[in-house]
């Protein structure tokens, strides 16, 4: 294993992998595994992605632990035992750290470091990346494993750098305990990220003012440790687990429900609904099969969750600015919280609605909207990401005859199976933006994709061919099938960053397949079948 150092000669590698999240580690221990000489690279100082850089209070994961887990390795899961039905940012990451110590991954990582270009050169057919640190590496494959959340967005609003108080990022949060007692603290943004500190934050800070511009629907997630008998039972069940996971359009063990809404009467809906809300988590989506189809049942779903607002907040202005209105549930990714509407019945806790009153800038001091300022001693922003398309654009990547990804991807994404893109020869993406991305499990989504990837490059071996690159007739297949799936979805009515209108300036539009993770895997499946039919080879000048 070469191990590239700071020097302007190159380093020669087999594969480059970008990323040590749940994708990049799987992919660096996989192709380790099968014998090649593989690095990642990783802008954060350790593994775990945006479990990493995500350690704002309240951080967790809204999938059960048990799924949100690597399938891969039996001995890994039997070793780890989870503590919650829904684990936390620390306990996820301590998971990260347990796989790479279990792995010995990090000896395979270079990590504070960036890739800033990835060029590839047709006559050597391979891809010669650039860091920060001023490193060349050259391999011919390219696994950009970069997460599709993880490049911060700030908001668009003037005056940020003014701000004299404490600014704190949720996605860059600090690795030292942050004290919120006696303070005024702002937050903006209330979406899933937003909902985990308000609710965390405003039983410790002196004020809590939280800028809410659209309202999101969220649903008890009624967290419970995990009993030693639960576990127990459930890794003598791990192979069965994860074969249900493969089938499951979640990519998790929930089973999605085939009864419409409609189906059942009146008075049994209701007793459905009442029971999904009282059992907490991504129940609704368990219980009926048209909520992201049919407007009406859409409609009747959304009116129940608006009366649970309605008895739980006291405030009835409050209340009313906390119900979603004009998009259907569920089309914006529905949150799991912990009594966060039971937050605005704290008297220090401060629903401030922008959509009534929106803000007008930041000042040295706080937050002006059009009705005044409010001072604030810390201000927390919680307003996304440039998600998808983002740390993949935010490379100068260039294939074939030097053309830009970014310029391929001026109207959107596109690529074959959110893998491989036409005009970039053994360039793979993990969790890419036109597979089930954040629609459903990443780490089985991640899985996935590395083992077929991996697949193709031991075909490519076997077969000594040089180069494989999707052909424009099969990208455009492909795209054809995730625009008319996703035209038939009612995700694509909210605005949000699963469509793109959260960063000002990018294509809108909804281009992850919206199939489900258990048809994307065929999918996948049958283009290996194939024999890779929709993939053009060239021979190798030498073998990898
Ligand atoms: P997000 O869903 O994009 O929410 C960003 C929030 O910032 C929105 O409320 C947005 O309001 C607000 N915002 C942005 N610019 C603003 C401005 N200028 N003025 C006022 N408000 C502004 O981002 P996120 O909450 O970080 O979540 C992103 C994704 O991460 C989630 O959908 C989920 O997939 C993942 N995540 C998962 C978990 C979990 O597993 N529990 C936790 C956190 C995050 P508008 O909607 O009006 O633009």
């Known amino acids: 294993m070469s191990n590239p150092q700071t ?18 580690m799987y992919a660096v221990y996989k192709f380790r595994e099968m014998g090649y000489d593989v690095t990642g690279i990783e802008a954060g100082g350790d593994v775990g992605g945006v479990w990493y850089w995500n350690r704002y209070p309240g951080a967790r994961c809204d999938l059960m632990s048990v799924d949100y887990s690597y399938g891969f390795s039996d001995e890994i899961q039997q070793e780890w035992s989870w503590s919650e039905q829904f684990a936390a940012q620390p306990e996820i990451l301590a998971y990260a750290n347990f796989v790479a110590d279990r792995l010995d991954l990090r000896k395979s990582f270079r990590f504070n470091t960036r890739v800033t270009s990835a060029i590839w050169d047709e006559a050597g057919k ?4 650039t860091t920060d640190r001023g490193e060349v590496i050259e391999a011919p494959f390219c696994v950009m494993s970069t997460g ?3 490049i911060p967005k700030d908001p668009d609003i003037p005056g940020l750098d003014r701000f004299k108080g404490q600014l704190l990022r949720a996605q860059k949060w600090p690795h030292e305990p942050v004290d ?12 899933s990220t937003g909902i985990q500190i308000v609710q965390e934050v405003g039983r410790k800070a002196g004020e809590l003012f939280v800028f809410q511009r659209t309202p999101s629907w969220t649903l008890p997630m009624r967290n419970h440790d995990l009993e030693p008998d639960y576990i127990a039972e459930m890794k003598k069940h791990y192979p069965a687990m994860r074969e249900a996971m493969r089938m499951n359009p979640t990519g998790g063990t929930r089973p ?3 009864r419409p809404f409609f189906s059942l009467p009146p008075s049994q809906r209701q007793d459905v609904m009442e029971h999904a809300w009282q059992d907490g988590g991504h129940t609704f989506l368990a219980c009926f099969s048209d909520l992201l189809s049919n407007q009406e049942a859409n409609d009747q779903v959304a009116d129940f969750v608006r009366a649970k607002i309605g008895q739980i907040v006291e405030d009835p202005k409050a209340a009313e600015a906390l119900k979603p209105r004009g998009y259907p549930i569920f089309a914006r990714r529905p949150c799991l919280d912990t009594e966060y509407y039971e937050t605005y019945n704290l008297p220090n806790v401060h ?8 803000i007008v800038e930041i000042t040295e001091t706080g937050i002006r909207t059009e009705v005044g300022e409010t001072e604030l001693d810390m201000l ?11 740390a993949l654009l935010a490379i100068d990547l260039r294939g074939r005859d030097g053309r830009l990804l970014r310029d391929k991807w001026a109207s959107g994404p596109r690529s074959f199976l959110g893998m491989m893109v036409e005009g970039f020869p053994n360039l793979f993406a993990t969790s890419g933006p036109n597979g089930p991305a954040a629609l459903a499990n990443l780490i089985t989504i991640a899985e996935n994709d590395v083992d077929w990837v991996a697949n193709l490059i031991e075909h490519m071996k076997a077969e000594g061919l040089a180069s494989a690159e999707v052909t424009k007739a099969a990208e455009d297949r492909w795209m054809n099938l995730v625009l008319a799936l996703a035209e038939r979805s009612l995700v694509r009515k909210a605005k949000t960053w699963w469509v793109g209108s959260n960063v000002k300036g990018k294509p809108e539009g909804l281009t992850m397949f919206v199939g489900g993770f258990n048809k994307y895997r065929e999918h996948c499946e049958a283009a290996a079948a194939s024999g890779y039919a929709d993939l053009s080879f060239e021979k190798a000048l030498e073998k990898v």
């Open 148 to 150: 599709p959340l993880s």
């Open 351 to 358: 629903l401030m609605d922008c959509l009534t009153d929106p």
């Open 126 to 129: 391979l891809w010669r990346a």
């Open 256 to 258: 999605v429900s085939t």
């Open 180 to 191: 919120f007692a006696g303070k005024r603290v702002g937050i903006i943004g209330t979406g």
């Open 380 to 390: 927390i922003l919680a307003t996304g990401y440039d998600a998808l398309t983002g």
């Open 7 to 24: 020097t302007s000669q190159p380093t020669r590698l087999d594969v480059i992998v970008v990323g040590a999240g749940f994708g990049g």
